[in-house]
C-alpha cells in the first residue's frame, strides 16, 4: 500500500508538476499522464473521484484551475488520500500564497 506518483494538471491537461515514487521510463511517464489526465478531465463534478487505470487506483480532486492526481495502489483507502490532497493544497497554500496554475 503505498503512492505511486502524486500529479498537478491545469484544466487544459498540461502538467504542472509531477513526482514517481517508481522507476517509469520518460516515455512511459508520458503516455501515463496522457491516459490518466484525459480520463479524470473527461469526468463530470457529479462522477466520483476514483478512477481505476492499468494497475493504479487514481484518486484526484480539482483546487480553482489545478487537478491533483494521485496513483495508488488497489489497496489503498481513497478518503485518506482525498484527506491527503487537502492537506497538500493546505500546506502549498501557505507556503507559496495562492496556489493557482498561472498559463
Same mark, same amino acid.
Request: proline residues 0%.
Given at each position: =500500500? ?8 491545469? &484544466? ?7 513526482? !514517481? !515514487?517508481? !522507476?517509469?521510463?520518460?516515455e512511459?511517464?508520458r $503516455?501515463?499522464?496522457? *491516459?490518466?489526465?484525459r &480520463?479524470?478531465?473527461? %469526468?463530470? *463534478? ?5 478512477? *481505476?487505470?492499468?494497475? !493504479? &487506483?487514481?484518486?484526484y480532486? %480539482?483546487?480553482?484551475?489545478l ?11 481513497e478518503? $485518506?488520500i ?8 493546505e500546506? =502549498?497554500?501557505?507556503y ?7 498559463s
Amino acid at each position: =500500500m503505498a503512492i505511486r506518483f502524486v500529479l498537478l494538471v491545469n &484544466k487544459q491537461g498540461q502538467t504542472r508538476l509531477a513526482q !514517481y !515514487y517508481e !522507476y517509469l521510463t520518460l516515455e512511459e511517464r508520458r $503516455a501515463l499522464e496522457g *491516459e490518466i489526465v484525459r &480520463k479524470c478531465l473527461a %469526468r463530470t *463534478e457529479s462522477q466520483c473521484s476514483f478512477v *481505476e487505470h492499468r494497475n !493504479y &487506483k487514481v484518486i484526484y480532486r %480539482r483546487y480553482a484551475s489545478l487537478f491533483f492526481l494521485v496513483g495508488v495502489d488497489s489497496e489503498e483507502n481513497e478518503l $485518506a488520500i482525498l484527506e491527503f490532497i487537502h492537506c497538500l493544497v493546505e500546506t =502549498m497554500d501557505r507556503y507559496f500564497g495562492n496556489v493557482v496554475s498561472l498559463s
